[in-house]
């Protein structure tokens, strides 16, 4: 694979040579007329948009601008190893966007050129998906994920391809097939998972967003870990239809972005029914028409917000976590929300709600039929077969083989029925307290270091319930000699079904009056 990547790499770079006397001439028409400069590096899509309408920018360039950016961090430099595959055609998509763009307002999407990273479980027809898996390394499905297609219409360059664990079944991002990712923050550590890809490459400006998916803690996770946004959406809100599934229960997907107000955007295109994913018939009548519109930066006046004590460490090792905690907590009252001390009863008990081993040998084989009926594996059996996948997956493969008929196993049933009363604990605890969200760290210790597993995350109060949840910066541990600007602690709200508008309003209130995020020193700004 790295051969491969290298060699559209530069191909790549032979097209970016070729637009640099065009841009640098549209850059020259943009500072002419007395425009704030384009700079690449932490760019929003509104700030992209503007650039593109200043003339200071084409999707041509931009594209090529990030492209030289993946070849220069993700391979060569701190080699974070986030990228698995580069999209041989995302140059020739954004020359067709740019074309688009000339013609005229009435032809731009609200996408229009942003490039995107997908999460390598994502199915897409014009590259392989191999959810980080040897075994899947030539796979090309025969139809696309929904939100691909969605990404797509709304205007979108997909530029790439991101690692993940491998089928996103852990939170440490690696995987036979693209290796161990590392933290941009610490290079000895991981980036959190599964979606650890995505996150490490969106921290590092590597595209302008991304897509992750979870079931446990694996959008949020990366999140908390790379300094940047995620969003795990209410069940039913998004599709999850064409993304390699690991739990029918649990699986949810969602953006990954440096901003707020970016990941509002990117669930603007994502959210919507798909009769291919019946769940979303419940969210017919909840989606927003815009998530942009609930960006107020006053949006914690008057709020009252639930601090879970029981997500707090109480040893030596959570003291850097708990520190930043408490400075949040003086953030969000200083903002003009309420914070109380909470816990919820019996939470150690209500919390062993996972029911990932009893589904996913069953959804990963109807995959492979609907997507993949011709791939060199129809099974898990198959699949565990060619032993090719990586060590660390193992004990979790092994688990789920061996289940018989989950669905149909008492203990799913029992676990099914814990979702039903964790679901009762929190809603009972919000309305006994009159609070608009929960708030907790994501995880109650720094990211594990490469080589060891990520303990006492909290993902499952959103995980256990299908509540939806937000996850953005928080702060810095100290810094270290491998990590000079601290590593990144990212704090997370929950709310009650459908409470998205909510917890967007009260995240973007935070960010925008606490700037936390930094972006990280060991991917600078390429002149």
Known sequence: MDIKRSATLRLALVAVCSVLQISAGVSAQGRAAGVRPFIL????????????????????DLVSRYLKRIDAYDHKGPNLNSVLTINAGALKT????????????????????????????????????TAGAKTLANEVPVAEATIVKRLREAGVVIIGKSNLTELALAGTTVSSLGGQTRNPYDLTRTPGGSSGGTGAAIASNLAAGGTGSDTGNSVRSPASANSVVGIRPTRGLVSRYGIVPVSL?????GPITRTVEDAARMLDVMAGYDPSDPITAFGIQKVAKTYTAFLDPNGLKGRRIGLLTDFLGRESIHS?????VEEDVLAFERLGATIVRINIPQLDTLSDVSVIEFEFKIVFNQYLARFMPNASVRTLDEFMGRGEFHPTSKTVLESSRS??????????????????????AVMKVMADYKLDAILYPHQQRLVAAIGEPQLERN?????????????????????SATAPLGIPIGIELLGPDWSEPELIRMAYAFEQNTRLRKPPASTPSIR
Do not use: W
């Not at 067709?96 to 390598?120: N, T």
């Not at 229960?249 to 997907?253: I, L």
């Not at 993902?459 to 702060?475: D, H, Q, R």
């Open 41 to 60: 590096e932490e760019a929003t899509i509104a700030g992209i948009h503007s650039a593109f309408a200043s003339h200071q920018l084409t999707c041509v």
């Open 94 to 129: 954004a020359a067709e966007l740019d074309k688009k763009y000339a013609s005229g307002p009435s032809a731009r999407a609200a996408l229009h050129c942003i490039p995107v990273l997908l999460k390598d479980n994502y199915s897409t027809v014009d590259m392989p998906t």
């Open 249 to 253: 229960t649990q699986d949810e997907a």
């Open 320 to 324: 850097e976590v708990n520190r930043v």
């Open 403 to 424: 289940v018989v008929d989950g669905m149909k196993d008492r203990e799913y049933e029992r676990k099914l029925q814990k979702r039903v009363e964790l679901r009762q």
């Open 459 to 479: 993902g499952v109060l959103s995980n256990g319930t299908g509540f939806p949840a937000i996850t953005f910066p928080g702060g810095f541990s100290k810094p």
